[in-house]
């Protein structure tokens, strides 16, 4: 097939009428194609992918194309292609095609003094099209508007006016000679001559000026009014140039249309996917699309892509599209658009930008000329026949910076830009070149034009791996120097070509380039540049290599490589180079040696220099092409080669031993030779044989160490939970209203994995397990096992439904919140819209669907969690998890210091780590022999791919060793030494104990078919060597279950003891201790955990396909585990195992791998080896000689040194960073895995013997520390490379790898990843550099093209934790202490404490009918006032004098006293609808209530000042208050200039309105603006009511910040230090002055003074529950009648109060406190005549001359209380409501913390309250309090110095006048009133111990105080506000009669005297 025309049209007219229509259809577009040169290297935003790996699904092509072409009828390419316009190279047609260089032109000097500037005319205006496209420009009657392009401005166009006379038609004809145009920059009009014009115009041309070559486009105006570039002007050479173009959009019915490959996201533009298909739906679709080469599919199939390809052809975009920025595929742009399109595209900003020059451009050609020798027909593998075209990108020319070029991004529409394929640029690859040669090149895509390659095109690969890093991205300023690099120095070609030479020569022979190392040596390379340029101090570059000197020097630096690097110069095109490559190769015999390397550089004087580089050795070219693919077309790949028999040849090689034996024969003759008898299952050597029977019958001992059902959740465990728990809280903190975790009582959850079977019942295990379903309340204890399935579900077909029931669930209970969990969520991350192109993937997009659907993202009640131990894929730069919600992995030196943790997680980074240990058995191990037999096969076998060769010869390598080590010894030197050792500890192991436990061994095959294969194969060994009692053979293949041999699940039962009868094992953790091989298969692991018996990990298959962080890591992950510490503290000692290796968990017990700390057990001395059943060596296995030698053999020098890394010096290696090198990073570095590992089963609390408290430990204690060694790796090459840790501490390569497939680097000019990143830095990272690829989930998730802004989902949560770390057991663990928090968020501690002094002895005199709703005024004024403090948290106070007292016993007091608790008594209730609530509940009712809805409301609150006389204070005062806009209705304005006048208040006789409360309401409140209880909404059901905060002036932007909405009333500055009495005393001021304003505006009104409202509520910021309650009558029982209460709103309790009869005439009302001790008793009386307190109605009017102290801070109210009685006001308290009041933790009243003055030193010890006076003058330390802050704690605890006569002598209390101070709980106080005609306490017979005068008035006379009679040795303490009015007091109350005192007896606080101390003297009575 090699020429043929694949369905090439007969007819020349056809073709002739076909270019025409074309030809006519473009012209009348209105848009205008860009520059290919733009597309390619300029603009990211268009294309958000951007490197060089992504492969695109074949089928996805096909459907896609057929997608269009049903919808249109014909095809329609919208979006698809992009033009490819060369800019002047091929213009230049008509000189000769040979390359001689043109002719000079000399151009006449510009005249003295004009602009010379490129795109300005010579009068300096800017002709650019980008700066003129939005001007009106007026042209005269026909001209034309053109664009000609200058040769020094590739990527500008300038405008010119042109008379259309001499302009072609449209068939390129009728143009007049001549010339006639207009300048429209400076409006000079008539040039004559082009060359004069172009002279003007600055075009500064090389070459003889014509207009023909240099005015190229017509400039339309777009439907925007935007001047943009139109179709070309059709010069008459068009003709010819577009016939040998290629042609697109042809007929439906041309039978050759061809076939569209768009990229599917890739971003390299080169390389559409591999994937075998017979194109069903080509064919079925439509008949015209030809599928000429579809029957040679199976041909090649394995590499070469058909490269689809910048090339010039753009398919219409539909205006429609363009305009809503989609394309024909509903909405988002199809799978194939090369560059989405929106609106945004018309704006033609000279914006500079790159382009990732990965634009997925397509190649379509139509009927080909001669030259063209075939062309592309519609098939997605090519045929030898096809034309493979190859971008041509046109290298800059080398006097601008390559980053410096502003594009305008002009729209893409249909235009042909037509341009000649010279004969010089076309390869034909030779035939037969892979069956000559062995190889199939691969052709690495350099700098500059790929030539078109035909012929047997199947037998080359073309890969962008590198093209990405010779392209210098557009970086902005700061990332340039974040990278230490400066925009003026970047690198020229000629020094990229000599690096790449450098890095192939320093690859070696054994690796093969990756991008991402030769990314960093370009970076160090410009680094070093940079320093070198700033060390010259020259802004100009050092001197670059010239293009002369290139050759030579690039062939000096290949002549190091030991021939291994070849260079070929040409003059003309890459071409010559290429294809004298490929024929030598051709031509080569077998034994003539390769280079490995060829560098084809083409040294051309026009285009510069370019360059590519063919790959030829053997080793690298496979590798290279098989990384291109991606997992599933590999497996694909893998599974066509088995099916259509390619592997036939390699399977009959294996059909005979290595010694030439046929296999089959051999087993056959063992088997007959053993007859019926199989070796002994355990307990017994592999000689000996017994009978099936005998073997089936056989029972192990019991291991009765093994407890199965314990569940323990571990440190790490608990603080990850409390990590996620404390990150939702922040969640619902952030004022963004996305969670109201208030509104929620209960939680539930569904947990979402991938496709395994294993991992859905370790989940389910594991829940079952944790209790947590009971725990939360959904299940009852006995159903809960059976019902936990519905709690996961698999990502795979039935989901949908599943989770359709789960989201009604989420709808019908909007109180419950959901947790989804979507466990290992990096796995198949694809989008839906990727996934319904895609046939065979069955789970893609299945995650998308459920995860990002529009019920999951605004479900209010629904949190996403997702877990991954390799979160790479989450973290792009469209990532949909704010990096804020990430929850990582505790670090764990953090955990080092736990000395209880005898086990430590052992990850990614120790295994490479361990490679340092230098023990003789390392844990991570290269086969170093299996490597070279599977280089000696692959070269024998090149077409097929690497999998399936290292497949069957591991499977040989498996087979011999078991017949080596069982009969044949002679085939010991043919197994590879590991291979036999790990064979020889697995079959000889169980054969040692009674138990017959053994070891597991994992042999990762991901494809199923290999897989199978494999197992069939092994089985089939074993079985005729007769070891199928010895050990098992499983499959682990995720989508099935297990299936063990039953004989194997007997004698699992009998070890683990207690299993019902029909107990199967169904997670791989059920299999501890069989020995088996598991033979695990799928595309990814997927976080299975696996048991402790796990020793050996056989990767060998893993290899060059696996070039991503994640794919590498999560094969590494499975062997991932916890060990004893020992192991990484001393491994040399620890593991010096070299023959006793084997040793490991011959019996390892519980069954757990996880984290298990047992925090009770003290450290044990876990190395100890306690001797108590033999020696090692008894239990141990003294291992064969073989395994001994083996040991040895496998460490042959070089493999013992952690391989190299690459780099152009030690700088740059291999090793990019990531994980960190520390322990602590271990977590983080790596990625996700199940979490699974999380939660299992714990070891009981102790046993005796066991040395550490941790899983794969011996029951015994008889095995030395190896026994918990982790699990041996044995990698292949490939991957030990990039796993072992490199030199010079860098952490492995493997983490600077692109880190997933569907993701793709930002950039080739990014920092390295370094060891000390923790995860959440490398979260960072990878959310910077990386991004979404088109098939990837977060792929739509782009950011807001305004702002720039990323949307990130406010309810998802990411918890990242290494594999099998315990990430499982710690989201359990976090759905249960959500459940507690959300509990603990409905319930307040309230105040609990029973009333204090009660004494129900007493019956009220007056008798009140119980049950009446309000007092009657007549009989209540009658009842005598109870003076006694009944508040409990007064228990701690003096108390209050009353005739009772002098009666009760002293001792009973006290003693009750001396027991009172310090702490007060609390209770947990739950809130209901009427609470109160502080700032952190949300809710929707209540958010208005709350929150301004923006920032700019913050203003709409006024400040206004409002000034009072006050007589107390004899001052002006003047407060603020802050009124919102909202609450400016209840005050009164002045009608000028806004000045407040009052508050309104409405009137008594106002009709009681359901609607409302009359009183203001006053909450003071200091330091709790966030705790304080002061949102009333839901406790005055949502009524409008006058609620005002009373704040201290420093508190208030705090307050004003937390509650916007409030009204402030900010007190004077000088109370910044007082007590809670001076902000009642100036609440109370205020509301008599404004109840007067009132009276008096209303008076004006007509209403009577008395008739305004006078009462106030003042209550307390801790108020949080009001109750109603009511007595039941039980009279049939004597027992005491029930208290029902219920909760009612504050509200009603208001209204209830206010609606008291004769209200205004009592002075206050109260409610009494709640406690749970409420009694029947207690509320015999509905009311009460006693002290009131927290929450008061107070009457402002009565209490008028009755004042607040507003120097107090404790005791205010009794005070107060105490003083309105005696002046015979009316106190009542309703007795059927209680107020319960929350125990808040912060603010408040709380004390001072006194310090002194000034601080001598830091550590001073407690100042003691007797320090708080001192002598005056004395040289005391003062402190810095409050004066009367340290008087009233100075009296407190000082009773016993001041009245020590009073100490419990209640009969003789301390007389104290006019106030009430608290002077300790042993004293009691007589209150008496100095004022005539108050009501006192009779004081008649009382002998007082003591007298309090403070701070006494005038009304204080010598003879009041006469009246009372003190016993003798009575104290008397005066306290006056300085020394001289203590004097004067003295005096005037003639003291010194009766009284004594001394010098020394006189004191003042302790107070500087800036602060004002108080002064009081101390006397005795005599």
């Known amino acids: 097939m090699g020429n043929s025309y694949a369905g090439q049209l007969k007819s020349a007219q056809f073709e002739e009428a076909l270019h025409n229509s074309i030809e006519a259809s473009l012209r009348c577009s209105s848009v205008v194609p860009r520059p290919i040169f733009s597309q390619l290297y300029l603009d990211p935003d268009q294309h958000p992918f951007s490197s060089a790996d992504v492969k695109p699904k074949v089928e996805d092509l096909d459907k896609d194309l057929v997608h269009r072409y049903t919808q249109n009828g014909s095809l329609d390419f919208s979006n698809n292609l992009t033009v490819n316009e060369m800019e002047d190279d091929e213009d230049d047609e008509e000189m000769s095609d040979s390359n001689s260089p043109p002719i000079p032109y000399s151009q006449k000097p510009a005249p003295e003094g004009s602009c010379t500037t490129d795109g300005f005319c010579q009068a300096g205006k800017d002709l650019r099209l980008v700066s003129l496209c939005m001007e009106q420009i007026d042209i005269p009657a026909g001209f034309?508007?053109?664009?000609?392009?200058?040769?020094?401005?590739?990527?500008?166009?300038?405008?010119?006016?042109?008379?259309?006379?001499?302009?072609?038609?449209?068939?390129?004809?009728?143009?007049?000679?001549g010339f006639s145009g207009n300048c429209i920059g400076c409006g000079e009009r008539g040039f004559r001559y082009f060359t004069e014009f172009s002279n003007h115009i600055n075009l500064k041309l090389t070459t003889q000026p014509k207009k023909q070559k240099h005015l190229k486009y017509y400039l339309v105006r777009s439907s925007q009014g935007v001047l943009s570039k139109g179709p070309l002007i059709c010069w008459k050479e068009c003709r010819s140039r577009q016939s040998s173009a290629t042609c697109h959009s042809m007929k439906p019915n041309s039978s050759g249309s061809s076939t569209v490959t768009p990229e599917n996201g890739t971003t390299n533009g080169y390389k559409s996917g591999f994937i075998q298909t017979d194109s069903p739906i080509l064919s079925s679709a439509n008949s015209a699309i030809n599928l000429s080469g579809a029957q040679d599919l199976t041909r090649n199939k394995n590499v070469v892509k058909p490269l689809a390809l910048s090339l010039q052809v753009v398919g219409k975009t539909f205006a429609a599209d363009?305009?809503?920025?989609?394309?024909?595929?509903?909405?988002?742009?199809?799978?194939?658009?090369?560059?989405?399109?929106?609106?945004?595209?018309?704006?033609?900003?000279?914006?500079?930008?790159?382009?990732?020059?990965?634009?997925?451009?397509?190649?379509?050609?139509?009927?080909?000329?001669?030259?063209?020798?075939?062309?592309?027909?519609?098939?997605?593998?090519?045929?030898?026949?096809?034309?493979?075209?190859?971008?041509?990108?046109?290298?800059?020319?080398?006097?601008?910076?390559?980053?410096?070029?502003?594009?305008?991004?002009?729209?893409?529409t249909g235009i042909l830009q037509p341009r000649p394929i010279p004969a010089g640029e076309t390869v034909i690859v030779p035939e037969n070149l892979l069956s000559n040669s062995g190889v199939r090149p691969v052709i690495l895509i350099g700098y500059g034009t790929l030539p078109y390659f035909y012929g047997n095109v199947g037998d080359i690969v073309v890969s962008p791996l590198l093209v990405n890093c010779y392209k210098i991205p557009q970086l902005e300023n700061k990332d340039l120097e974040h990278l230490g690099l400066t925009g003026s120095q970047l690198l020229s070609v000629e020094n990229m070509i000599l690096l790449t030479i450098q890095y192939l020569v320093r690859l070696g022979p054994d690796q093969i380039p990756l991008r991402e190392e030769f990314e960093q040596i370009m970076l160090k390379a410009m680094q070093e540049f940079t320093l070198r340029e700033r060390a010259l101090q020259m802004g100009a570059q050092c001197t670059?290599?010239?293009?002369?000197?290139?050759?030579?020097?690039?062939?000096?630096?290949?002549?190091?490589?030991?021939?291994?690097?070849?260079?070929?110069?040409?003059?003309?095109?890459?071409?010559?180079?290429?294809?004298?490559?490929?024929?030598?190769?051709?031509?080569?015999?077998?034994?003539?040696?390769?280079?490995?390397?060829?560098?084809?550089?083409?040294?051309?004087?026009?285009?510069?220099?370019?360059?590519?580089?063919?790959?030829?050795?053997?080793?690298?070219?496979?590798?290279?092409?098989?990384?291109?693919?991606?997992?599933?077309?590999?497996?694909?790949?893998?599974?066509?080669?088995?099916?259509?028999?390619?592997?036939?040849?390699?399977?009959?090689?294996?059909?005979?031993?290595?010694?030439?034996?046929?296999?089959?024969?051999?087993?056959?003759?063992?088997?007959?030779?053993?007859g019926e008898s199989v070796v002994t299952p355990f307990n017994g050597d592999l000689n000996e044989c017994v009978s099936a029977q005998e073997a089936a019958a056989m029972i192990p001992t019991q291991n009765l160490d093994l407890d199965n059902e314990t569940f323990q959740i571990y440190q790490p465990q608990l603080t990850v939970a409390r990590k996620l728990l404390s990150q939702v809280c922040a969640i619902a903190d952030s004022g963004s209203q996305s969670l109201d975790l208030g509104h929620f009582s209960k939680v539930d959850f569904i947990i979402i994995v991938p496709r395994s079977e294993v991992l859905v019942q370790q989940t389910l295990q594991r829940i079952r397990q944790s209790g947590v379903l009971v725990d939360l309340g959904l299940e009852e204890n006995g159903t809960a096992y059976q019902r936990a399935e519905k709690y996961v579900v698999r990502l795979d077909n039935e989901i949908q439904t599943k989770f359709e029931v789960f989201m009604r669930r989420v709808k019908q209970n909007p109180y419950t919140l959901f947790v989804l969990v979507h466990d290992n969520s990096h796995v198949e991350l694809t989008s839906v819209i990727s996934g319904s192109l895609s046939h065979g993937e069955p789970s893609h997009g299945l995650a998308d669907r459920v995860i990002n659907c529009r019920e999951v993202l605004e479900a209010f009640n629904l949190l996403v969690l997702q877990?991954?131990?390799?979160?790479?894929?989450?973290?792009?730069?469209?990532?949909?998890?704010?990096?804020?919600?990430?929850?990582?992995?505790?670090?764990?030196?953090?955990?080092?210091?736990?000395?209880?943790?005898?086990?430590?997680?052992?990850?990614?980074?120790?295994?490479?780590?361990?490679?340092?240990?230098?023990?003789?058995?390392?844990?991570?191990?290269?086969d170093e022999t299996f490597e070279k037999m599977v280089n000696t096969l692959l070269e024998r076998y090149p077409r097929l791919h690497s999998m399936v060769v290292r497949c069957y010869l591991l499977i040989q390598q498996y087979s011999e060793a078991l017949m080596a080590l069982?009969?044949?010894?002679?085939?010991?030197?043919?197994?590879?030494?590991?291979?036999?050792?790990?064979?020889?500890?697995?079959?000889s192991s169980p054969g040692k104990t009674r138990s017959g436990r053994g070891h597991m061994l994992i042999i990762r095959v991901p494809s199923v078919q290999l897989a199978m294969l494999a197992k069939e194969r092994l089985q089939e060994v074993r079985d005729k060597l007769g070891l199928q009692y010895r050990f098992e053979i499983i499959l682990g293949n995720p989508a099935s279950e297990l299936s063990v041999a039953t004989h194997f699940v007997a004698r699992l039962k009998t070890w683990r003891g207690n299993e019902p009868e029909e107990w199967t094992p169904r997670t791989y953790q059920d299999l501890e201790g069989l020995p088996c091989i598991v033979i695990l298969t799928g595309k990814d692991p997927l976080g299975e955990t696996f048991p402790r018996s796990l020793k050996y990990c056989d990767l060998r298959l893993i290899d060059s396909s696996y070039l991503t962080r994640t794919a590498l890591e999560q094969e590494v992950g499975l062997a991932c585990c916890y060990v004893s510490k020992e192991v990484i503290r001393g491994p040399a000692v620890a593991l010096d195992l070299s023959g006793k290796e084997q040793e490991r968990a011959t019996t390892s017990e519980n069954d757990a791998d996880e984290l298990l700390i047992d925090l009770e057990r003290p450290q044990s001395n876990s190395s100890a080896v306690t001797g108590t059943s033999g020696s090692i060596m008894e239990n141990g296995v003294s291992s064969s000689s073989t395994a001994d030698k083996s040991q040895k053999l496998s460490l042959t020098?070089?493999?013992?040194?952690?391989?190299?890394?690459?780099?152009?010096?030690?700088?740059?290696?291999?090793?990019?960073?990531?994980?960190?090198?520390?322990?602590?990073?271990?977590?983080?570095?790596?990625?996700?895995?199940?979490?699974?590992?999380?939660?299992?089963?714990?070891?009981?609390?102790?046993?005796?013997?066991?040395?550490?408290?941790?899983?794969?430990?011996?029951?015994?204690?008889?095995?030395?520390?190896?026994?918990?060694?982790?699990?041996?790796?044995?990698?292949?090459?490939?991957?030990?490379?990039?796993?072992?840790?490199?030199?010079?501490?860098?952490?492995?390569?493997?983490?600077?790898?692109?880190?997933?497939?569907?993701?793709?680097?930002?950039?080739?000019?990014?920092?390295?990843?370094?060891?000390?990143?923790?995860?959440?830095?490398?979260?960072?990272?990878?959310?910077?550099?990386t991004s979404a690829r088109q098939h990837h989930a977060d792929f739509s998730n782009q950011p807001d093209p305004a702002s720039g802004a990323r949307t990130c989902h406010p309810r998802r949560l990411l918890l990242t934790g290494p594999p099998q770390v315990g990430k499982t057991g710690s989201y359990l663990q976090f759905l249960r202490i959500l459940f507690r928090?959300?509990?603990?968020?409905?319930?307040?501690?309230?105040?609990?404490?029973?009333?204090?002094?009660?004494?129900?002895?007493?019956?009220?005199?007056?008798?009140?009918?119980?049950?009446?709703?309000?007092?009657?005024?007549?009989?209540?004024?009658?009842?005598?006032?109870?003076?006694?403090?009944?508040?409990?948290?007064?228990?701690?106070?003096?108390?209050?004098?009353?005739?009772?007292?002098?009666?009760?016993?002293?001792?009973?007091?006290?003693?009750s006293k001396a027991e009172e608790p310090r702490k007060r008594g609390t209770m947990s209730m739950m809130l209901t609808k009427y609470a109160a609530y502080n700032t952190f509940h949300h809710c929707e009712q209540c958010h208005q209530y709350m929150d301004f809805t923006s920032a700019a409301q913050m203003s709409d609150s006024t400040l206004h000042a409002f000034t009072f006389s006050s007589s107390m204070l004899g001052e002006e005062v003047q407060l603020y208050f802050i009124i919102p806009k909202s609450k400016e209705s209840h005050f009164v304005f002045s009608k000028q200039g806004k000045h407040l006048e009052s508050m309104r208040l409405p009137l008594v006789s106002d009709k009681q309105n359901l609607n409302a409360v009359k009183s203001p309401i006053f909450t003071p409140s200091s330091g709790r603006h966030e705790h304080g209880l002061l949102n009333l909404f839901h406790a005055m059901e949502g009524i409008s009511h006058l609620h005002l905060l009373v704040v201290k002036e420093y508190e208030m932007p705090l307050y004003r910040k937390y509650w916007p909405n409030h009204i402030m009333l900010v007190l004077p500055g000088m109370f910044n230090n007082a007590g809670v009495g001076a902000a009642r005393f100036l609440i109370k001021e205020l509301s008599y002055h404004n109840l007067e304003l009132e009276r008096n505006r209303l008076e004006e009104l007509g209403v009577k003074r008395q008739c305004v409202w006078p009462f106030i509520v003042v209550m307390d910021d801790s108020c949080v529950l009001w109750n109603i309650h009511s007595v039941q009558d039980q009279s049939s029982q004597p027992m005491e009648a029930g208290v029902s209460s219920k909760n009612v709103s504050l509200k009603s309790v208001l209204q209830h109060i206010e609606a008291t009869p004769k209200i205004i005439h009592y002075a206050i009302l109260g409610i009494q406190k709640w406690s749970s001790k409420l009694t029947s008793q207690s509320l015999k009386a509905p009311f009460s005549r006693c002290h009131v307190h927290d929450f008061i109605l107070l009457n402002i009017d009565l209490t008028q001359n009755v004042q607040y102290d507003f120097n107090r801070y404790f005791c205010e109210d009794v005070d107060f209380n105490l003083r309105t009685n005696s002046s015979g006001l009316l106190i009542c308290r309703f007795n059927n409501f209680s107020l319960m009041k929350k125990h808040v933790q912060v603010g408040g009243q709380r004390d001072f913390i006194i310090k002194p003055k000034i601080m001598v030193s830091e550590s001073l010890a407690p100042i003691l309250p007797l320090q708080y006076v001192c002598a005056p003058d004395s040289e005391h330390t003062?402190?810095?309090?409050?004066?009367?802050?340290?008087?009233?704690?100075?009296?407190?605890?000082?009773?016993?110095?001041?009245?020590?006569?009073?100490?419990?002598?209640?009969?003789?209390?301390?007389?104290?006048?006019?106030?009430?101070?608290?002077i300790g709980p042993e004293v009691a106080i007589c209150y008496v009133s100095s004022r005539p005609h108050s009501s006192n306490v009779s004081c008649e017979g009382v002998f007082f111990s003591g007298l309090l005068l403070y701070l006494c008035d005038s009304f204080v006379g010598a003879d009041l105080l006469k009246k009372f009679n003190f016993l003798k040795g009575a104290t008397l303490c005066v306290i006056c506000q300085d020394r001289s009015s203590l004097r004067q007091t003295i005096v005037r109350l003639e003291l010194e009669d009766e009284w004594q005192f001394r010098l020394r007896d006189e004191f003042q606080t302790a107070n500087s005297s800036d602060d004002k101390p108080l002064y009081f003297l101390t006397g005795r009575h005599v």
Not at 364 to 375: D, T
């Open 966 to 987: 069982t009969t044949m010894a002679s085939l010991r030197d043919h197994s590879t030494p590991e291979t036999l050792s790990i064979m020889d500890d697995l079959i």
């Open 544 to 674: 670059p290599v010239s293009p002369g000197q290139l050759p030579w020097l690039a062939r000096l630096v290949a002549s190091v490589s030991q021939d291994l690097v070849h260079v070929i110069v040409t003059q003309n095109s890459l071409a010559e180079g290429i294809s004298e490559t490929l024929r030598t190769l051709s031509e080569m015999r077998h034994y003539q040696r390769l280079p490995d390397y060829v560098v084809a550089i083409c040294a051309s004087k026009i285009r510069g220099n370019e360059f590519c580089v063919v790959v030829l050795g053997q080793h690298q070219s496979r590798a290279l092409a098989e990384s291109m693919l991606t997992t599933s077309e590999f497996l694909k790949e893998i599974s066509y080669e088995l099916i259509t028999g390619k592997v036939s040849f390699l399977a009959s090689h294996f059909k005979t031993t290595s010694l030439g034996d046929d296999l089959d024969k051999l087993l056959d003759k063992m088997q007959q030779r053993r």
């Open 1381 to 1455: 928090m959300l509990i603990r968020l409905l319930e307040v501690d309230v105040y609990d404490e029973g009333e204090i002094n009660t004494d129900h002895s007493e019956s009220s005199e007056v008798s009140q009918s119980e049950g009446e709703p309000w007092p009657d005024i007549e009989s209540f004024s009658k009842m005598p006032f109870d003076v006694s403090v009944h508040d409990p948290k007064y228990s701690l106070m003096s108390l209050v004098y009353t005739e009772k007292l002098a009666g009760v016993k002293q001792e009973a007091i006290k003693d």
């Open 1197 to 1329: 020098p070089g493999f013992q040194s952690p391989a190299n890394s690459v780099g152009l010096d030690e700088g740059v290696s291999a090793g990019t960073a990531g994980a960190g090198e520390t322990l602590k990073q271990e977590c983080d570095s790596l990625g996700p895995q199940l979490a699974s590992s999380s939660t299992s089963k714990p070891p009981p609390p102790s046993s005796g013997a066991r040395a550490l408290p941790w899983p794969g430990q011996a029951p015994r204690g008889c095995r030395g520390l190896h026994a918990a060694l982790p699990p041996v790796v044995i990698l292949s090459k490939a991957a030990y490379s990039l796993l072992g840790a490199p030199r010079g501490g860098k952490p492995p390569a493997s983490s600077s790898l692109l880190p997933h497939a569907d993701v793709a680097w930002v950039s080739a000019l990014r920092p390295l990843l370094h060891k000390d990143m923790s995860s959440e830095e490398q979260s960072l990272y990878y959310r910077q550099w």
């Open 322 to 412: 363009a305009a809503n920025g989609n394309s024909s595929h509903g909405g988002k742009s199809s799978a194939s658009s090369s560059t989405p399109a929106r609106p945004g595209n018309y704006s033609l900003s000279p914006r500079p930008s790159y382009a990732s020059g990965d634009q997925a451009t397509m190649f379509i050609s139509g009927p080909p000329k001669k030259r063209h020798r075939g062309w592309y027909p519609g098939s997605p593998v090519p045929q030898p026949g096809l034309v493979v075209p190859v971008p041509t990108v046109r290298p800059l020319s080398r006097t601008e910076s390559l980053l410096s070029a502003p594009v305008p991004q002009t729209p893409l």
């Open 867 to 926: 877990v991954s131990s390799f979160p790479y894929t989450l973290q792009t730069q469209q990532s949909r998890i704010s990096s804020s919600n990430e929850v990582h992995w505790i670090q764990l030196d953090s955990m080092e210091d736990m000395s209880c943790q005898e086990k430590l997680y052992f990850g990614l980074n120790e295994y490479s780590k361990s490679l340092q240990w230098g023990i003789t058995s390392p844990l991570l191990r290269c």
């Open 1822 to 1862: 003062l402190l810095a309090a409050p004066a009367q802050f340290l008087l009233e704690k100075f009296l407190q605890h000082a009773s016993y110095k001041l009245f020590p006569k009073a100490i419990h002598n209640f009969k003789s209390p301390v007389l104290a006048i006019d106030c009430y101070l608290n």
């Open 144 to 177: 034309l508007l053109v664009g000609a392009k200058s040769p020094n401005l590739p990527e500008h166009i300038l405008v010119c006016a042109v008379d259309k006379r001499f302009l072609p038609d449209d068939h390129g004809k009728n143009a007049l000679l």
